[in-house]
């Protein structure tokens, strides 16, 4: 009787700890790293070895998913070739707009150094819109790199192992970013609707204007989560008119695809050291590291 | 002493492979949820507390490894592991076909309690028809895995049909 007296007792109190860590997590979401840096190396290499087993199983599924692969390779030919056209005038776009604000001098993707990963696994949970890839801090990796694929901005490190490291795509729905339009410049702020692999963008000014296809990109802001002029995709549908609705929103192509990631850069760039990690949910609305009030 | 060394067996293994190659094999977007399977095979299989405490180190394990808040999941799996232990009686003398409805009952509401405990912690935006909608599927698909993952939890913890309130006959 006194024994299970006892493990009953033990019990609530693990629950009672569960309830703190959920509080601490929330209020300071870096105070636990510690304990998921050993959790993480002590799983990492246990989840490389178990994705190289079980490749055959893996691609075996691909092959009964995929109902004709010769199709699915003509079209993503054809796809690739539509994108490259796309590039090139998004590129053309982005170097406009930077000639018409005189920001000749601004970076662009090819500026920046870092490791080419490859894409191992998606999101293990379908709660978080996340891949995880094969480079991590032993390739010079670390938190808060942005990870692009192309020129195309595909989300930020938020966890890193020796050999891995998880990226928080910019479709996952606690992901925020502002943003610049690439033509008329106006600014906005773009969040993630998860695996639906699309966004939502905002603009700030109630009456400014947003064109079908037009580029969206990152904002240079100072001690902002992401470089600036890191493209983000592209206007899919054309905000409401001013005064037609109180919220503006439209949907946002994302400029990469996350069914066919298979190779992301992962960029060696920091935010700022002023730069304040949006707290996961928090109260503060925060975009890209700078507070909205 | 087995069943400790193999309850940690079981709960790396499930939270290693839910991480490698679960995701791998989606299906329409919707990833299965190993953990959540294992949690309600080691209820049934194993009764007791021991079955909680299960739920809440995996739980935990998996939390800390994923980018949503900590803590979140391990309460929701260790709520649904006190329901099938609280049901287990009632599973005897059923049949091996209660497996997968107690699979699709156990995934879909620690989904549920999981969603509501993001909506507490200021993470509402996840509840959604979106997100019940991808719950429902992911039921499916987790109750499909539980009479594997129960057979697989039975052989590593060295339980029986003498232990288990599956079977046709009443024990």
């Known amino acids: ?293 | 002493m087995r069943t400790t060394v193999g309850l940690w067996f079981l709960g790396f293994s499930a939270v290693a492979l839910q991480r490698s190659l679960v995701p791998q094999l989606a299906i329409g977007g919707v990833t299965a949820d190993l953990v959540v399977a294992s949690v309600v095979a080691v209820a049934i299989a194993l009764g007791g507390i021991s079955a909680a405490w299960y739920a809440i180190c995996t739980g935990l394990a998996f939390d800390l490894l994923s980018l949503r808040p900590a803590g979140v999941g391990a309460l929701s799996l260790c709520a649904v592991a006190l329901l099938v232990l609280w049901v287990r009686p009632t599973l005897r003398g059923i049949g091996i076909w209660v497996v997968p409805v107690v699979g699709i009952a156990g995934s879909f509401l620690s989904g549920l309690f999981y969603l509501i405990g993001l909506a507490l912690v200021g993470e509402e935006a996840f509840f959604s028809i979106d997100s019940l909608t991808t719950l429902a599927w992911r039921s499916l698909y987790d109750g499909m895995l539980t009479l594997p993952v129960l057979l697989v939890v039975m052989a590593v913890l060295g339980r029986n049909e003498r232990h288990v309130p599956i079977g046709s006959k009443p024990l």
């Open chain 1, 1 to 293: 009787m006194n024994r299970e007296r006892r493990r009953r007792t033990w019990f609530l109190g693990a629950l009672v700890i569960l309830l703190i860590v959920v509080m601490v997590d929330r209020r300071s979401p870096t105070a636990l790293d510690p304990v998921r840096n050993v959790l993480g190396s002590v799983f990492s290499p246990t989840e490389g070895a178990l994705r190289v087993v079980t490749k055959p199983v893996s691609n075996l599924w691909d092959n009964i998913s995929s109902n004709d692969l010769r199709d699915q390779i003509d079209e993503l030919e054809l796809q690739n070739e539509q994108l490259n056209e796309e590039l090139s005038s998004l590129r053309e776009s982005v170097a406009q707009s930077n000639a018409l604000t005189h920001l000749d001098d601004a970076l662009v993707v090819s500026d920046f150094e870092g490791p080419i990963a490859r894409v191992v696994a998606g999101s293990p949970s379908n709660f978080e819109t996340s891949v995880i890839i094969d480079k991590g801090e032993d390739d010079g990796v670390g938190i808060g790199n942005p990870v692009v694929s192309g020129a195309a901005l595909v989300g930020r490190v938020e966890r890193v192992g020796p050999n891995q490291a998880t990226v928080r795509l910019i479709l996952d729905r606690d992901s925020t970013i502002g943003f610049r339009l690439g033509r008329s410049r106006e600014a906005g702020v773009i969040t993630g609707l998860g695996s639906e692999g699309q966004l939502r963008g905002e603009l700030i000014d109630p009456e400014a204007d947003a064109t079908l296809d037009e580029p969206l990109l990152t904002r240079d802001v100072e001690s902002g989560l992401y470089p600036p002029n890191l493209l983000i995709g592209t206007v899919a549908d054309e905000p409401p008119q001013p005064g037609g609705a109180v919220v503006r929103e439209f949907d946002v192509e994302p400029a990469f695809d996350l069914h066919t990631l298979e190779f992301v850069r992962v960029l060696d760039w920091v935010p700022s050291e002023e730069t304040v990690f949006p707290p996961v949910g928090g109260e503060e609305p925060l975009v890209d590291g700078v507070l909205i009030r």
